[in-house]
């Protein structure tokens, strides 16, 4: 079973800074992209970042200079550093990751499965 799991939300100040972090754990052979996502009340999900397992990355034009995703050594795990908090940026955040899954047949052979999963979420509150 694989999980994905935030932390790090909270509340934050207008111009000020968190950082949310999300691990993956379970039975995988191997994590690919890694995205964060964001759901405002009454608004669409929204991509705001993603990291490549090569390390590229990318974000959305609402977050660019504020905002940067990395990945630990592990490359099991991705950060959001948001900087420069606006009111519009407080949400549920969510992580997301495209990865390789092990599955086991009956017989105990194991066989990779491309598969994305997401972590619960974690609030995020921006007020002074």
């Known amino acids: 079973q694989v999980q994905l799991v935030e932390s790090g939300g909270g509340l934050g100040q207008p111009g000020g800074s968190l950082r949310l972090s999300c691990a993956v754990s379970?039975?995988?052979?191997?994590?690919?992209?890694m995205h964060w996502y964001r759901q405002a009340p009454g608004k669409q999900r929204e991509l705001v970042a993603t990291i490549t397992s090569e390390g590229s990355t990318s974000y959305a034009d609402s977050v660019k200079g504020r905002f940067a995703i990395s990945r630990g050594n592990a490359k099991n795990t991705a950060d959001l550093q948001m900087n420069s908090l606006e009111v519009d940026d407080a949400a549920v955040y969510f992580c997301?990751?495209?990865?390789?899954?092990?599955?086991?047949?009956?017989?105990?052979?194991?066989?990779?499965?491309?598969?994305?999963?997401w972590g619960q979420g974690t609030q995020v509150t921006v007020s002074s």
């Open positions: 997301s990751a495209d990865l390789n899954e092990k599955r086991r047949t009956p017989s105990g052979y194991y066989y990779p499965v491309r598969a994305n999963h």
């Open positions: 379970g039975s995988i052979s191997s994590v690919n992209a």
